[in-house]
Structures are given as C-alpha cells and as structure tokens.
C-alpha cells in the first residue's frame, strides 16, 4: 500500500525567509504533483514531477523530485502573505496505461505571518 | 469557458436518504473521479473512470455509487450505507493516460452535512 507522509503538518513563518516542506512515499512513483488549497475551496494544480532530478519553479515556490530517495521537495524563497494555504503532495503509482490514482499527503498548512 | 462545475454547493442529508452529488466538466478529459476530505487531512480516492461505462473503486467505495453514461458527467451517490458521510467532496478529471505531464484538474466541491 502506498503511503505518503508530508512535514511539517504546521508551518508558521515570517514574511521574507525561507522554508521547505518534505515530501516522503513509500513505492515506487511514475509522477508526484504539487497542489494548493485555500480554506473552503477545491485544489489548485502548481507543479508535476516526471522523472528523477527534476525541477521546477514557479515565483516564490520551487519543486524537486528524488526518486532515489522517494522524496520531493517544496521550497519557498521569501515568503509573502499570499502564500498562505494548505499545500499537499500526491503521488501517482505506476499504472501502465490506466488512468492515474493519486494517493495524498496529510497536508501542510503554510501561514506567513508580518 | 472551460471547466468542472459540481452541485451543489451545500448538500444536506436526512438519515437513511441516498442524496446525488453532481460534476460535469467540458474539458472533453476521459477520466473522471471523486475524491473525500476529511477536516484537516488529504484527499481519499471514492471511484475514479477512464472512459465513458466504465468505472473502478477507490479506496474508500463502500457506502457510494457512481455512472459514468457520458463522457462530461461523474454523478456520485452517497448511500444510507454510508454511516459519517458528512465531508467535502471533489470531482477531478484528466485527460487520460498517455499525455505529457497529465494532471487531475479539481471542481469547486460539495460540503455534505448530516441532519
């Protein structure tokens, strides 16, 4: 069974430092994704991971993927307000041509205070 | 317009009623699914599709039922058989295996509650 653990649960960090949220999955994974939550609302998509060294950046966030390791990385660079959510990471086993089945993390929810 | 809408928005369910939660998306995706999250925790797979009449469970079926009779629309029922059904529901939907960097795109949800 695959299992997918995220640290911190809980994040609280100043606006303007730095911060990265783990990623950890127990199998083999063909693609790890990044999503973002604001309270009371549905998910946003933010990065895919397909192979292992990959990485990607978006603004503040960047993503990387050890498939090594089975682990994959969140990094914020100066924090900002707005970027206070609840982000998870899913993880999409290997499925040989069928449609994917994403496990989840618990979450980690992000407040950046002033 | 392109997009998934679900509802709606707020459900309310009496004991031992079977209540549908609707989700309808036009981004001519082949795979469709529903996913439950709990207060604080991650998303849980219910049923997921791949193609039109077909659907597989998820993690977490017993208690719901789902069609998939076109391609655009993923109804979920929640039965009486679903015991704590009070939760936030997702629709999601992707294009199907076999496109780059495929992604499960989400729908705005439904928060059922129990009287």
């Known amino acids: 069974e695959l299992k997918v653990e995220q640290n911190p649960l809980f994040l609280s960090m100043q606006e303007g430092k730095n911060y990265t949220i783990y990623c950890n999955y127990s199998?083999?994974?063909?693609?790890l994704y990044w999503y973002r939550q604001d309270p009371g609302k549905s998910l946003e998509s933010l990065f895919v991971?397909?192979?292992?060294?990959a990485v990607k950046q978006e603004g503040r966030l960047m993503a990387s993927l050890d498939t090594k390791a089975r682990l994959s990385t969140l990094h914020i660079t100066a924090a900002v307000h707005d970027l206070s959510a609840t982000y998870f990471c899913?993880?999409?086993?290997?499925?040989?041509?069928?449609?994917?089945?994403?496990?989840f993390g618990t979450g980690t929810r992000l407040q950046v205070t002033l | 317009d392109g997009g998934i809408t679900q509802s709606p928005k707020y459900l309310f369910r009496k004991e031992g009623q079977n209540v549908t939660l609707s989700c309808e998306q036009n981004l001519n995706h082949d795979a469709m699914y529903w996913y439950r999250q709990d207060p604080g925790q991650g998303l849980r797979l219910i049923y997921y599709?791949?193609?039109?009449?077909?659907?597989q469970k998820g993690d977490i079926a017993e208690g719901y039922s789902v069609s998939r009779e076109k391609k655009e629309s993923f109804p979920l029922t929640v039965t009486s058989a679903q015991k704590n059904p009070t939760a936030f529901y997702l629709c999601?939907?992707?294009?199907?295996?076999?496109?780059?960097?495929?992604?499960?795109?989400f729908g705005p949800g439904t928060r059922l509650l129990v009287l």
């Open positions: 899913a993880v999409d086993p290997p499925r040989g041509g069928t449609a994917s089945k994403l496990t």
């Open positions: 199998t083999t994974s063909d693609r």
């Open positions: 999601a939907s992707s294009p199907g295996p076999g496109v780059y960097q495929e992604t499960q795109y």
């Open positions: 991971l397909l192979s292992n060294g």
């Open positions: 599709s791949q193609i039109v009449n077909d659907f």
